[in-house]
């Protein structure tokens, strides 16, 4: 099955630094990326996702980049805000577009603070 | 994207004891999930409740400890049997809606 590993574990920036983090996958089936952030005493909210099609994927100050070859995938936060503090997963599938779904096998989380 | 509430939001439970947990989402969706995350881990997945059909339990874990029913396409139940401190963690409703999966706020069990 789809191993994910993602790093690193906690991350602090200064408010109005940048934030990347990486994540890798095993199974070359993945084609679908997704990015989900968790706020204290929430549920997951997918923030952005990236199928295999592109390598690079933005929305506002949030990007993400995918590199099939290596099997490696990033998130970059730019401008980072108090806001931004919060637990990111990384996600990987074989859950194609307009195709069945497919499991989804998640990273093991990065805790982001943002010091104001 | 779809709206998802769970209820409760959290429980104290005494080992032993049982707990229905509710998850309502405001549109109909053919795929539920249910899956746990304990403290500081990442989400592993329980079961996947399609409407009208058993639930499928992934690797680890059995219907008799966590029985799933799924009366309709915006509701689901999942079952925390014979509970263990162990068994303390959020539980997550989640659903597939337009290519992409959804999360309920969790509801946070702790097993005394």
């Known amino acids: 099955g789809e191993n994910v590993e993602q790093h690193p574990s906690t991350l602090s920036v200064q408010e109005g630094d940048s934030a990347v983090i990486k994540c890798t996958y095993s199974?070359?089936?993945?084609?679908?990326f997704p990015w989900y952030k968790q706020e204290l005493g929430k549920g997951p909210q997918l923030i952005i996702d990236i199928r295999s099609n592109v390598g690079e994927k933005k929305d506002q100050r949030i990007a993400v980049t995918l590199n099939k070859t290596a099997k490696h995938f990033s998130l970059h936060i730019t401008e980072t805000q108090p806001e931004d503090s919060a637990v990111y997963f990384c996600a990987a599938s074989p859950w194609g577009a307009g195709g069945g779904y497919q499991k989804v096998t998640f990273g093991i989380g990065t805790k982001l603070q943002v010091i104001p | 994207s779809a709206v998802i509430s769970q209820k409760p939001s959290r429980d104290i439970c005494q080992r032993g004891t049982s707990l229905t947990i509710q998850c309502q989402v405001d549109s109909q969706v053919t795929m539920m999930f249910w899956y746990r995350q304990q403290p500081g881990q990442s989400l592993t997945l329980i079961a996947t409740?399609?409407?009208?059909?058993?639930?499928?339990?992934e690797s680890g874990f059995v219907i008799d400890k966590f029985p799933i029913s799924r009366p309709n396409l915006t509701f689901s139940t999942l079952t925390v049997s014979n509970m263990s401190p162990e068994d303390s963690s959020i539980y997550l409703c989640s659903v597939e809606g337009a290519g992409e999966q959804y999360f309920g706020p969790g509801t946070r069990l702790t097993v005394t």
């Open positions: 409740a399609n409407q009208g059909s058993e639930a499928t339990y």
């Open positions: 199974d070359s089936a993945s084609n679908y």
